[in-house]
């Protein structure tokens, strides 16, 4: 977003989803000591994990182009990152509802070309029609835009 290296409150149970405030918004920092002060004020434990990046930017720019090619290890995250935001806001009913996501999000999924499935063959390159390039970056644009609307910047 905007080029910002953020680090927000993510969690892990049943399902996943990200820790938002009393406003229904998403408080992010701008480096990994902000969170962790936060987290201390909080009571919050913290598991020690290597951040991952999602870098938005650039999948947001992907959905507003001409391109047909996703980069599918990009739009997957994206993706993840959008429903788990998705399901703190709406609840585990809807995370449960939502395991099985359907045939698109299926091959984003097998495009980023998971080990397990696929040790010593060849990579599966997706073939993609024009519905689906368009829906995935429907998806994608519409996933991004509630991100940025509960997105709170921490600036310290």
């Known amino acids: ?3 910002l290296d953020l680090y927000a409150l993510w969690y892990t149970n ?3 989803g990200f820790w938002l405030d009393s406003s229904g918004r998403l408080p992010a ?3 990994v000591s902000e969170l962790e002060a936060f987290c201390h004020a909080q009571a919050i434990d913290l598991f020690e994990e290597e951040p991952i990046l999602h870098d938005l930017d650039r999948v947001l720019r992907w959905s507003e182009s001409e391109s047909e090619d996703p980069d599918c290890k990009e739009v997957l995250k994206a993706w993840n990152l959008c429903n788990d935001l998705r399901c703190t806001i709406l609840g585990e009913e809807i995370y449960s ?3 099985n996501a359907g045939p698109l999000y299926e091959k984003v999924y097998f495009g980023t070309n998971p080990k397990v499935f696929n040790p010593n063959g060849p990579p599966y390159l ?3 029609t024009r519905s689906e390039i368009d829906e995935l ?3 994608i644009r519409n ?3 509630v991100f940025v609307d509960r997105l709170l910047i921490i600036r310290k």
């Open 1 to 3: 977003m905007q080029q």
């Open 14 to 16: 049943d399902y996943q």
């Open 29 to 31: 920092y701008q480096r």
């Open 97 to 99: 509802s939502g395991l």
């Open 126 to 128: 997706p073939s993609w």
């Open 137 to 139: 970056k429907r998806i």
């Open 143 to 145: 996933g991004i835009a």
